[in-house]
C-alpha cells in the first residue's frame, strides 16, 4: 500500500480539496476508511465546501446542509 511507502495521509486533491478519507467515506469503502484513521488520517479535515468525511459518508453534504435538507 503506498501508505507503507510514505504517501501522506491526508494529502488533498482535485477542486474541493478532498482526502482520502473522504473519498473513501462517500463510497462505502469501510476496511479502507479504518486503514486510513489507523495510519492518522484527520476525520476533521475539511474540504472547500466544509464537508468532512463524516458528512461524505452521508452523501457528500456537510452535516448542516444535511440537516437543513431533513428539517
Known sequence: MLLDYGAEVNATFA???TTALMTSSFHGHA???RTL????????????QGSTALGYAFG????EQKANSIL
Do not use: F, N, P, W
Open 37 to 48: 484513521l489507523d495510519h492518522g488520517a484527520s476525520a476533521k479535515a475539511v474540504d472547500s
Open 31 to 33: 476496511q479502507i476508511v
Open 15 to 17: 477542486t474541493l480539496e
Open 60 to 63: 457528500g453534504m456537510c452535516l
